[in-house]
């Protein structure tokens, strides 16, 4: 069973970046596709940006695209979301998870067998 543990969050004023990380645990990291949610209060969790197995292949929501770019390294289990021009819009606890579904399912989050427990972002307007 993998375990996910995220970090990286905090507060950041908008126009600003931060970098959040998942560190994978307990199997083998480099089967999964690895993608990272967000939940604003009040609100669903969304799709933020997903990655295949070999890195090569990146997916993004269109208000990630241009401002956020995920990685990640399967020789160290870590995927990371590198967050550029920050919003407020942005706030959210977001959410790092890994699945072995069709690269077509990627947006939804119950696609996903395993989760971390979340890292607050809040950008300050």
């Known amino acids: 069973q993998v375990q996910l543990v995220e970090s990286g969050g905090g507060l950041v004023q908008a126009g600003g970046s931060l970098r959040l990380s998942c560190a994978a645990s307990?199997?083998?990291?480099?089967?999964?596709?690895m993608a990272w949610f967000r939940q604003a209060p009040g609100k669903e969790q969304e799709f933020v940006a997903a990655?295949?197995?070999?890195?090569?292949?990146?997916s993004y929501a269109d208000f990630a695209r241009g401002r956020f770019i995920i990685s990640r390294d399967n020789a160290k289990n870590t995927v990371s979301l590198q967050m550029n021009t920050l919003k407020p819009e942005d706030t959210a606890v977001y959410y790092c998870?890994?699945?072995?579904?069709?690269?077509?399912?990627?947006?939804?989050?119950?696609?996903?067998?395993?989760w971390g427990q979340g890292t607050q972002v809040t950008v300050s307007s």
């Open positions: 998870a890994a699945g072995k579904k069709e690269w077509a399912l990627r947006r939804l989050n119950k696609e996903y067998d395993y």
């Open positions: 990655i295949m197995k070999s890195g090569g292949i990146v």
């Open positions: 307990g199997g083998t990291f480099s089967p999964y596709i």
